[in-house]
C-alpha cells in the first residue's frame, strides 16, 4: 500500500494491486520507433500488471504500523518479514499457473525487491542476509530452474528464453515498476511531499531500448499538478492517460486495526489521472 499525503488531515492511499495495473498500462503501450516493443508481448504486460498481485492477501486487511499508522509500502517486506515473503511466492504462483514466462520474471523481481534490484538498485536495502530471504531466494531459484526447462521447450517462448533476453525483460520490468511507483508516489503530481520511492529518473534504472543495444535513462519531467514530459518517450500514444484509484482516510495514529480498517473500508474513493507527453 502506497501511502501519500492527501492535504493537511487526510492520507491517500494506492493498493499495491492497483500500482501493478498502472505498470501493466505502461508495458502494454510501450514501444514505438525508438524503443522495442515488451517481447513476448503477452507474458510481460501480464508480468507488470500482476508483479504485485500477492499484496492483495495483505491489502484485503491491511494492518497498521508500530506507531499506528497506516504502513507504506517502502520498508514492508522488512516490517511484515514472512508475512511478505508468503504472500509474494502465492502471487508468484497463482501466475505460473497462467502463464510461466510472466511468473519467471515476477519470481526475478521478487528476488529482486530483496537484492537491490539484483546489482540494478544499489540505493535499495539489502536483506539477503535474513535466514526467511534466503530461503524464499532459494525457493524462487528453485522455481524458475523448473519453468525455464519448461520454456526453452516450448515453442511459444523458445526464442525469447535465452539468458540475455530473460535479463533484458528483467531490467524491462524494473522500469515499468520504478516508473509506477513514481506516478502513484505523489498527489499531485507536482507534489514534493513524498520522500520515498523512485526519482524522477527512475532511480537511474538501466532502460533497455532494444535486445544487443545499449540501455538508456528516462527522465520524467513533471509540468504541473496532472502532467509530465518523458524524455525520450518510450510509449506509442503521445499522449498516453494514466488513472489508478484511491482512498482517503484521515492521517492520524490509530488505536487498533479494527478502528483504522472502519476508515480505511468506508474510504472516500477516487481517481487519480496523470498523462505523460513526449514534449
Known amino acids: 500500500m502506497i501511502v501519500c499525503r492527501f492535504d493537511d488531515s487526510r492520507l491517500l492511499l494506492v493498493m499495491q494491486t492497483d500500482h501493478s495495473r ?68 502465492h502471487g508468484i504462483e497463482r501466475v505460473a499457473e497462467v502463464d510461466p514466462y510472466a511468473a519467471y520474471n515476477i519470481s526475478m523481481h521478487g528476488e529482486g525487491l530483496l537484492t537491490q534490484g539484483m546489482g540494478l538498485l544499489p540505493y535499495m536495502p539489502d536483506y539477503s542476509g535474513d535466514p526467511d530471504v534466503q530461503e524464499f531466494i532459494r525457493g524462487q531459484k528453485a522455481l524458475r530452474a523448473r519453468l525455464l526447462e519448461d520454456l526453452r521447450r516450448n515453442d511459444q517462448y523458445r526464442t525469447r528464453a535465452s539468458d540475455e533476453h530473460l535479463w533484458t525483460n528483467f531490467k524491462m520490468m524494473e522500469v515499468f515498476d520504478q516508473f509506477a511507483q513514481f506516478l502513484c508516489n505523489r498527489y499531485p503530481f507536482d507534489s514534493k511531499d513524498r520522500k520515498n520511492g523512485p526519482s524522477n529518473t527512475l ?63 468506508r474510504a472516500d474513493r477516487m481517481t487519480v489521472t496523470y498523462t505523460l507527453h513526449a514534449r
Not at 498502472?22 to 525508438?34: F, R, T, V, Y
Not at 517481447?39 to 507488470?48: D, E, I, K, T, W
Open 22 to 89: 498502472a505498470a501493466g498500462l505502461l508495458a502494454a503501450h510501450w514501444g514505438n520507433n525508438e524503443f522495442a516493443r515488451p517481447q513476448p508481448y503477452a507474458s510481460m504486460v501480464l508480468a507488470a500488471q500482476e508483479h504485485d498481485s500477492g499484496w492483495w492477501e495483505w491489502e484485503i486487511k491491511p494492518t497498521l504500523n508500530a506507531q499506528g499508522f497506516p504502513l507504506d509500502y517502502i520498508g514492508s517486506s522488512k516490517h511484515l518479514g514472512r508475512i511478505w515473503l508468503d504472500f509474494y511466492r
Open 203 to 265: 532511480s537511474n534504472t538501466p532502460v533497455p531500448v532494444e535486445l544487443g543495444r545499449s540501455d538508456t535513462t528516462l527522465t520524467v519531467d513533471v509540468q504541473d499538478g496532472s502532467h509530465a514530459i518523458v524524455r525520450p518517450y518510450p510509449f506509442d500514444v503521445d499522449p498516453l492517460v494514466v488513472s489508478f484509484p484511491a482512498r482517503l482516510v484521515p492521517d492520524r495514529s490509530y488505536g487498533s486495526q479494527e478502528e483504522f480498517l472502519q476508515h480505511f473500508y
